[in-house]
């Protein structure tokens, strides 16, 4: 079957830097997203890795490792604002997304 | 911007009756768009997969006969909540994929509130 693992929640200080995880188990694969889900809203796009490597955007980096089945978003300088919850969302080979449960990240001043 | 809109935002409808949302991506053509629900405090649950000129695909589990989907163009899917009832009160979100020669990314609509009485 198709497996997305992230933790389920994560509390991290105001300023600080935090790293969430993701690792999968997927029929194929075309990429990973991360996304940023306040609640009640709709997740919004954060990044898009597809080539093993980390990719920064401003305070949001992304690292993908194929091989291992493993990604993870960094977060630095963490504000109030980042309090969310972060979604893992795998594209398998029939370009279907395959999400994880989300992670909620408590930040606390 | 938006790139994704959904309409309407939020929705209160009684016992029985009918709703239609509206998806439409804006800016480019969406031969592939996906529903998804979203209970409080739970992960997104794709519900469909719409296709324009044919008929939508169901994840097992969603009755296809009750949420009613027609992708009768390309920036345009519509999901029909028939004889809804208070537990069809969930977040309804629809996104589109879009292709580039080097990226694939995946637009999420604004969600609709669907609250039935």
């Known amino acids: 079957g198709q497996n997305i693992d992230q933790p389920t929640e994560m509390t991290a200080t105001e300023g600080a830097i935090v790293q969430i995880n993701c690792t999968y188990q997927t029929s194929g694969f075309n990429g990973l997203f991360w996304y940023q889900q306040h609640a009640g809203e709709a997740p919004t796009f954060l990044s898009y890795n597809v080539l093993d490597g980390l990719e920064e955007k401003g305070r949001f980096s992304s690292f993908l490792s194929r091989s291992k089945g493993y990604s993870y978003l960094l977060l630095k300088e963490l504000q109030m604002k980042d309090s969310a919850s972060y979604l893992c969302?795998?594209?398998?080979?029939?370009?279907?997304?395959?999400w994880g449960a989300g992670t909620k990240l408590i930040i606390k001043p | 911007g938006a790139v994704v809109s959904q309409h309407p935002s939020w929705v209160i409808c009684k016992s029985g009756t009918s709703v239609k949302i509206e998806c439409r991506s804006l800016d480019f053509q969406a031969t592939t768009m996906f529903w998804y629900r979203q209970f409080p405090k739970q992960s997104l649950m794709l519900m469909a997969t719409?296709?324009?000129?044919?008929?939508?695909?169901?994840e097992q589990g969603v009755e296809k006969d009750k949420f009613l989907i027609n992708h009768a163009s390309l920036t345009l899917s519509t999901l029909t909540v028939t004889s809804a009832h208070p537990e069809d009160s969930s977040f309804y979100i629809c996104s589109a994929p879009r292709l580039a020669l080097d990226s694939y990314e995946q637009y999420f609509g604004p969600g609709t509130r669907l609250t039935v009485t």
């Open positions: 719409s296709n324009e000129g044919s008929k939508a695909t169901y």
């Open positions: 969302a795998v594209v398998d080979s029939n370009y279907q997304l395959i």
